[in-house]
C-alpha cells in the first residue's frame, strides 16, 4: 500500500501577523511547516511527501529547507497552490495514481503537533473504512445561535474536525471529479458531498491549530514537552 501525505499550505496566513506566512514562522526553532512533514517521515520513511504551497513563497521555502541540517531536509515535492484549500487540495492529489493501493493523507500545516501514533491510527482507519476523519470530543458548552438570541445544545452531540484526513486514492480522487467547483470547509464534506461516508477515528487535544499570534508560543511549548 503506497501512502502519500499532502501538507496544505497554500494560503497567506494574514491573521497570525507578522511578514512571513504562518507556516514559515519559526516554533522551536524549526518553521511550521517542517513539524509536520517530519511527523509523516518519523512515521514511515517510505510516506511520499507533498507540499502545496502559494507559488511566490517556493524560494523562500527552499532557502528555509537548505538552511537546516542535511538529515532534517526530508525529500519532498513541492506543488502549486490554488484560489482556495479545495483548489489547492486537488493540485495537491494531481499525479497521485488513483487506485485502491495508494491512500493519501490530506493535513494542514497549520497542525504542527500531529504525531506519529495519530498518523498511524489514520492509515489503518482508512484501510478498513475508505476515507477516515479525527475528531476529538467537544469540551466547551455550545450555544447554538438564533434570530432571537441563542439556544443550548447538547455538546455530546458534536464532535471537533481535525486532520490528517485519509483516504483511499481511488476513492478521494473520484469524489474530488464528482462534486461542483465550489469551497468546501474540508475534504470529509468533499467525500460526503460525492455520496461516501468517511468513519472517525480518534483524533488529539493536543493536535491544535496555530490561528492566532499567542497560538506560536503554546506550540512551541507542547512541541518541547513532547
Same mark, same amino acid.
Given at each position: 500500500m503506497e501512502?502519500?501525505? #499532502?501538507? #496544505?499550505?497554500g494560503g497567506e496566513g494574514t491573521r497570525? %501577523?507578522?511578514a512571513l506566512p504562518k507556516q514559515f514562522r519559526d516554533i522551536d526553532g524549526r518553521p511550521m511547516l517542517w513539524w509536520s512533514l517530519k511527523a509523516f517521515h518519523d512515521e514511515d520513511p517510505s510516506t /511520499?511527501? /507533498?507540499v502545496v504551497l502559494h507559488p511566490g513563497f517556493f524560494d523562500d521555502w527552499d532557502l528555509m529547507i537548505k538552511a537546516?541540517?542535511?538529515d532534517e531536509q526530508f525529500e519532498h515535492e513541492v506543488i502549486?497552490?490554488? /484560489? =482556495?484549500?479545495?483548489e489547492s487540495v486537488m493540485n495537491g492529489i494531481n499525479g497521485i495514481p488513483a487506485t485502491s493501493d495508494a491512500l493519501i493523507a490530506i493535513h494542514d500545516a497549520a497542525r504542527p503537533l500531529v504525531t506519529t501514533d495519530m498518523i498511524s491510527r489514520g492509515w489503518m482507519a482508512a484501510l478498513t473504512a475508505g %476515507?477516515? #476523519?479525527p475528531v476529538v470530543p467537544v469540551t466547551d458548552s455550545l450555544r447554538r445561535l438564533t434570530e !432571537?438570541? =441563542?439556544?443550548?445544545?447538547? /455538546?455530546?452531540?458534536?464532535?471537533v474536525v481535525q486532520t490528517p484526513q485519509v483516504f483511499r486514492s481511488d476513492l478521494l480522487k473520484a469524489a474530488y471529479g464528482k462534486v461542483p467547483p465550489g469551497i468546501y =470547509? !474540508? !475534504?470529509a464534506t468533499v467525500f460526503e458531498a460525492a455520496g461516501m461516508k468517511p468513519a472517525l477515528y480518534e483524533g488529539s487535544p493536543r493536535n491544535m491549530k496555530v490561528t492566532n499570534p499567542g497560538d506560536l508560543e503554546i506550540a512551541a511549548l507542547m512541541l518541547r514537552d513532547k
Open positions: 501512502k502519500y501525505a #499532502v501538507i #496544505v499550505a497570525i %501577523g507578522g /511520499r511527501l /507533498r537546516l541540517p542535511t502549486c497552490g490554488g /484560489r =482556495s484549500r479545495t %476515507g477516515a #476523519v !432571537d438570541g =441563542s439556544v443550548a445544545v447538547n /455538546r455530546d452531540d458534536f464532535a =470547509s !474540508d !475534504d
